[in-house]
């Protein structure tokens, strides 16, 4: 892999939370993302957890706001 420093980026994962979401489990995930020590991720949602805790608009726009970037595993 090559890996490329962007200068000026959209959304920096250093200062902006990152969401991953993730299919189910979610803890699966979790125990990676602590394994291989990524920081920068700051929050890890599960399918089934969007679907239930973040199905009420004012909950996905809480969401929203609470984070920079979102992103998410085929």
Do not use: W
């Not at 000026?8 to 602590?34: E, G, M, N, W």
């Not at 920068?40 to 970037?69: D, H, M, T, W």
């Amino acid at each position: 892999m090559l890996r490329s420093p962007v200068a000026h980026p959209i959304v920096d994962p250093r200062t902006s939370p990152v969401c991953l979401i993730t299919k189910d489990p979610q803890r699966q995930y979790k125990d990676l993302i602590a394994t291989h020590n990524i920081k920068f991720i700051s929050r890890v949602v599960g399918v089934e957890k969007l679907k239930g805790k973040f199905k009420p608009f004012e909950a996905r726009r809480l969401l929203l706001q609470e984070n920079g970037l979102f992103l998410a595993d085929e």
